[in-house]
């Protein structure tokens, strides 16, 4: 409570300024989409100062796909190689480097923040996969299946889903020949 020196002071008046949320909200029905990139793009964001959309999740929002947790804690080349797959668009060269995979796969966030717009945010890339990995990879494999990605069939089979999909949208309805009574 703030105390005035004098009874007839009033507080300042005026409205509040709204507080700076990295919140999502709903995404709007946006119906067909052509490819799983553009999915987001069709829809009303929240963005960060800098232009850019921000993320569907957040770094440490790592329990609310589990599943994906425990593996990729286990074993993190898993979650690596099914972003990598996404990424690269099903053409992936994963390079084997010990000591050096946490910049290696920092390398893959920037692609990804770049070929969907992401902010970098809460820090740079490098940073967050030097000191959290697993935190990250999981935020990114969350992204992407957010997107629309079936994150387990790889780029390929995700095209020729879109595609079928696309198709069964655009067949038109049978209709029988000539007029009956």
Known sequence: MAVYPNPTDKPPQGPAPPPYQY????????????????????????MHPTGNVLWSTGVCDCCYDVPNCMITVLCPCITFGQIAEIVDHGSVLIL????????????????????YMLAETPYPDWCLHVFCESCALC????????????MFIGWDANME????????????????DGMNR
């Open 161 to 176: 889903k879109l595609h079928q999909q696309a198709m069964q949208m655009s067949v038109p309805p049978v209709v029988e």
């Open 23 to 46: 919140t999502q909200p709903a995404p709007p029905d946006v119906g067909a989409v052509t490819a799983p990139s553009q999915e987001f793009h069709m829809q009303n964001y929240c």
């Open 139 to 150: 935020q990114e494999y969350r992204e992407l299946k957010n997107r629309g990605f079936n």
């Open 96 to 115: 084997w480097s010990t000591g050096l995979a946490c910049i290696y796969s920092s390398f893959y966030r920037s692609r990804m923040r770049k070929q």
